[in-house]
């Protein structure tokens, strides 16, 4: 069965400082997406980034950096320089395809405290 | 930019009573999703709808839970008789013309069963 692996639960950082987010997946399918969504306090699920099983590519996108490595089955990401308003929960989530349709399998979640 | 819209934002109910969640996919998207939070938890998926019927259901959407597509641009998910442990955050989402496009998300529901 798919699983989301993120360690971490919590972290807290003051600002400016780089912060890495661990994600582990499991899967048996041999074509898979990676997602890592935001979740600030306002609740709703933001999008940033999607990641196709055969583009092992790291992407970078302004402050935010992705560093995707099937060999240990592992998705990070990395936010630079980070701000208070980066203060969120971010799950990372992996697409499994079944009948047609695709569901996200969701990690626990990371809450990122950025202070002052 | 277009995004997936949801209706109530906070629905209050009592034990037993049946609610309707309101979901506007982004219009030309074709996948539809319903996942659900409960407080402090990862988000869950409950079911899939594509072209017009159910693709996948979850261990979680059991009979008491239905979705429906009653027009061109609504998409409800049911739930006929709540109980305490429906209490959570349900989120809708959808996706454009393949099952692999980019699922996004509505700003949720918060259920409370009382």
């Known amino acids: 069965a798919q699983k989301v692996t993120q360690a971490q639960t919590e972290i807290s950082v003051v600002e400016k400082e780089d912060v890495t987010l661990d994600c582990v997946y499991e899967t048996r399918d041999t074509t898979y997406y990676l997602f890592w969504y935001k979740q600030p306090p306002s609740g709703e699920l933001v999008f940033l980034i999607r990641r196709n099983s055969f583009d092992e590519q790291n992407e970078i996108s302004g402050r935010y950096s992705w560093n995707f490595q099937k060999s240990t089955s592992s998705f990070n990401f990395t936010i630079t320089a980070s701000q208070v308003v980066d203060s969120a929960v971010y799950f990372c989530a992996l697409s499994e395809t079944r009948g047609g349709s695709e569901k996200l399998v969701f990690g626990k979640g990371m809450k990122l405290t950025v202070n002052p | 930019e277009p995004e997936v819209t949801q209706t109530p934002s906070h629905q209050v109910t009592q034990m037993g009573q049946e609610v309707i969640l309101r979901c506007v996919p982004i219009?030309?998207?074709?996948?539809f999703y319903w996942y659900r939070q409960i407080l402090g938890q990862k988000v869950e998926f409950l079911v899939s709808?594509?072209?017009?019927?159910?693709?996948?259901k979850s261990e979680i959407f059991d009979d008491q839970f239905s979705v429906e597509r009653p027009d061109g641009s609504n998409f409800t998910l049911k739930i006929r008789s709540t109980k305490l442990e429906d209490s959570a955050m349900y989120f809708c989402?959808?996706?454009?013309?393949?099952?692999?496009?980019?699922?996004?998300f509505g700003p949720g529901t918060r259920l409370t069963v009382l």
């Open positions: 709808f594509y072209n017009n019927e159910i693709s996948e």
């Open positions: 989402a959808s996706s454009a013309g393949e099952p692999t496009d980019t699922q996004y």
């Open positions: 219009s030309n998207h074709l996948y």
